[in-house]
């Protein structure tokens, strides 16, 4: 299972809406320059997240989104549902398809195995607690860029810098 562009723009776009208080509502152009992402595909995304209930929309000129529960209580699991429908690490795994093998294969089991674990670690994880793990993006940028791969976290404001040195301390994101 790869998740889709679909799927990481709309968590990105959650993410960037569960930093605001609940029920406040943002203009989709804002969340797109937040999260660096193309408006027409995150309004498509939102517009699927609010038919699902995870967002609200607003219409007019002040106009948007809004998350309809706390952050702490909306799973990456819903969101990635939502967005992508049922999680299946092979096709084999989905309801409606099964094994092509008679009697299944070796590999089905340890695939069900894999993607339930996945599952709970998806569904065991709020969107405040991924909130709390996301980097802004220009410091993910920054992080990406040849001339400066190594950051660090800093404990004190958590912003993100590198080292004088050229080493780094991998930041705890737990």
Aim: one cysteine or more.
């Amino acid at each position: 299972m790869q998740i889709t562009k679909a799927g990481e723009y709309g968590v990105l776009g959650l993410i960037a809406l569960s930093r605001r208080p609940l029920g406040e509502v943002v203009m989709i152009d804002i969340l797109c320059e937040e999260e660096c992402v193309p408006k027409s595909f995150l309004g498509k995304i939102f517009q699927n997240l609010s038919k699902s209930g995870l967002v609200g929309s607003a219409r007019g000129s002040g106009g948007g989104f809004y998350l309809t529960r706390p952050a702490s209580d909306i799973t990456v699991l819903e969101i990635l549902e939502s967005i992508e429908g049922p999680i299946a690490l092979q096709r084999c795994l989905e309801i409606d398809v099964g094994c092509e093998h008679s009697s299944g294969c070796a590999l089905c089991g340890l695939l069900a195995e894999a993607q339930e674990r996945m599952k709970e670690v998806f569904a065991g994880t709020s969107l405040a607690t991924l909130a709390g793990r996301h980097l802004p993006n220009g410091l993910v940028q920054q992080a990406r860029s040849v001339r400066n791969p190594k950051i660090f976290l800093t404990a004190s404001d958590g912003a993100i810098a590198p080292l004088a040195d050229g080493t780094a301390v991998a930041p705890s994101l737990n």
